[in-house]
Structures are given as structure tokens and as C-alpha cells.
């Protein structure tokens, strides 16, 4: 079993006086954990979904470009580097034309890596209302759901993409558990993390997030027992002004056999 570590986050308008040192350590009853984390995280996209549309964030080119939405500093980060990061991987890997017939994109937030792919039928999952919404006017395939009862059935999806998900759900086994029921054996699990990150430091909350658990050397291979790895690439810490995003590690995975 695995052990997750409490984060912490100051209280704003936007947390509905939601206890956070109650949503993140494991004291409450599991029910009442999960209710309070699902107002908690409606609460974090509300907030992140108001800097997208005020535009209040600004990237390493100033601002946002006029022809695209002003997003969120860490969604600025995912979708102008770490993903394509990724996706150059994945090329190396399965080939530039590489199609799938069924994806999943499991907590999307306001981007998808399917933006990047070739995926005849897909669905993006988040648990927020708000985030579904935003991406549903993009004209995308989603389901409000918990990634850890994923509404799919067994072996549905040849990719799945779990980018910025797993420090923050509060089950790390369960949601590694439904990834693994419903994608394929011979599917390929893309995995974007928090590298090496001081879980304590109080600068990180103030991006918007708490993060549950470190992935580090010493528990990564743990964490993934139960998969190949079949790619992993560390992204460093970059800073947009006085922004900063922390470390990424990129995995590309596929189920042991």
C-alpha cells in the first residue's frame, strides 16, 4: 500500500471554507473525504478557469496569443512543452503515424494530449463540472466522473493519458487500478508528474493545487510496479517571470505481461 503524503493549501473564495488539512490527510471517512475533495476541486478549476478567460497570466512571450484562450500558467506549461516533449517520445517509440482507435485523456482540465494524435474515438474525463464544460465547447467527447470509477468497460482504450492526475487524487492504487482494467494489454499508459517535488514548501499552493505525494528516484519504479516503462524523461523547472512551473517527469508505459 501505498502512503500519501498531506499537502496544504491557504484558503481563498474560491474553497467555500472547505477544510483542506481534512481533504488531504486520510483522517475523515472515505464517503465524507470524497465529497469534501469534489467541492475542493471544483473550487481549484473555478479559480484556474477564471485566470483563463481574464487572461491575467503571462507566458514566457508576454502574453497569450490573441488566437487562442490565455490559459492558466501550468496549462501554458503542459500544452507549449511538456506535452510535445511527450509526444516526441511516443513517436520515437510507435512511429509518426501511429493512429489509436480509442483514447482516454483522464483528468483534462482545459487541454488534451489528443490534440496532438491521431485518436478516432475519444473521451476526456475530469471530475469538475466547470472543466468539462470548458472543454465540451471545444467540441470534445467528455464524462464528469472520478478517475477512480472510471465509467468504461474493461479494456476499452489503446492510450490513456494521465498528465498532472495522480499527485492529486486521493488514491493513487485506486486510480492506477481502473487505468489498468480499461486499457488494453497491448495499450500504452502516457504519464506526466511532479518530479521531486517539496511537498511542504508553501510557494507551491499558491499555483492552485494541492499535491498529495512526491515521485522521486526511490518510489517511482514502486509506484509503477506493475507496468514497463518504457520511456521516462525528466523536464526541469522552468520559470515564466515570477511564475514558476516545477519539475516534470514524462513516462510512457505499457502493462507487463
Not at 481534512?22 to 483522517?27: H, I, N
Not at 516526441?88 to 501511429?98: E, P, T
Amino acid at each position: 500500500m501505498h502512503k500519501d503524503t498531506g499537502g496544504f493549501m491557504k484558503k481563498d473564495k474560491y474553497m467555500d471554507n472547505i477544510d483542506i488539512t481534512g481533504v488531504s490527510s486520510l483522517e475523515l471517512e472515505p464517503a465524507e473525504r470524497e465529497l469534501e475533495y469534489e467541492k475542493y476541486y471544483e473550487g481549484l478549476a473555478r479559480k484556474n478557469l477564471e485566470h483563463v478567460r481574464k487572461g491575467e497570466v503571462k507566458t514566457r512571450y508576454g502574453r497569450a496569443p490573441n488566437d487562442r484562450e490565455n490559459w492558466g500558467i501550468w496549462h501554458i506549461e503542459t500544452e507549449s512543452h511538456t506535452f510535445p516533449i511527450l509526444k516526441s517520445h511516443l513517436d520515437r517509440l510507435f512511429g509518426l503515424d501511429k493512429k489509436y482507435k480509442t483514447g482516454l485523456d483522464l483528468g483534462c482540465g482545459t487541454v488534451t494530449f489528443f490534440d496532438l494524435i491521431d485518436v478516432e474515438d475519444s473521451v476526456l474525463i475530469d471530475l469538475s463540472q466547470s472543466y468539462c464544460e470548458f472543454m465540451r465547447k471545444k467540441g470534445w467527447n467528455v464524462m464528469q466522473a472520478n478517475a477512480e470509477a472510471i465509467p468504461l468497460s474493461d479494456r476499452w482504450a489503446d492510450i490513456i493519458v494521465c498528465s498532472d492526475i495522480l499527485e492529486h487524487a486521493p488514491s493513487f492504487d485506486k486510480v492506477l487500478n481502473e487505468v489498468e482494467r480499461v486499457l488494453r494489454d497491448d495499450g500504452v499508459l502516457l504519464v506526466s508528474v511532479p518530479w521531486k517535488q517539496d511537498l511542504n514548501f508553501p510557494q507551491k499552493a499558491k499555483q492552485g493545487f494541492t499535491h498529495l505525494r512526491r515521485f522521486d528516484d526511490e518510489n517511482i519504479k514502486e509506484r509503477f510496479g506493475g507496468w514497463k516503462i518504457l520511456s521516462s524523461e525528466v523536464i526541469e523547472e522552468k520559470r515564466y517571470g515570477k511564475k514558476k512551473c516545477i519539475a516534470t517527469i514524462n513516462l510512457i508505459l505499457k502493462k507487463k505481461q
